[in-house]
Nanobody, 119 residues
Framework: QVQLVESGGGLVQPGGSLRLSCAASGSSFSGYDMGWYRQAPGKQRELVAGITSGGRTNYADSVQGRFTISRDNAKNTVYLQMNSLKPEDTAVYYC?????????????WGQGTQVTVSS
């Protein structure tokens, strides 16, 4: 299993931007589809964005046009560029490998990175 470490979260005002990073260990990283997921207080974890091993992307309707997922296989890292942030984007963000229908593949999660959008 690939080990994943998320970073880049923080406090930002509405309309601001953040770039999240997910660093992966293991030589098999490039073969995995990857996803960014988030969990807000009192809500279920949900897919935010996904990227296949070949670079095809998929976004939740709520972030389409505002967020961009990318990957750098040479650095074993997946990124999430978040622009035009809204208070409803506030959540803990996690990355995971993605399986069928973008469901998280690995049962264990990293510590995540907190994103808070507030004025």
């Amino acid at each position: 299993q690939v080990q994943l470490v998320e970073s880049g979260g923080g406090l930002v005002q509405p309309g601001g931007s953040l770039r999240l990073s997910c660093a992966a260990s293991g030589s098999s990283f490039s073969g995995y589809d990857m996803g960014w997921y988030r969990q807000a207080p009192g809500k279920q974890r949900e897919l935010v964005a996904g990227i296949t091993s070949g670079g095809r992307t998929n976004y939740a309707d709520s972030v389409q046009g505002r967020f961009t997922i990318s990957r750098d296989n040479a650095k074993n890292t997946v990124y999430l560029q978040m622009n035009s942030l809204k208070p409803e984007d506030t959540a803990v963000y996690y990355c995971n490998a993605a399986g069928s229908r973008w469901r998280p593949l690995f049962p264990s999660w990293g510590q995540g990175t907190q994103v808070t959008v507030s004025s």
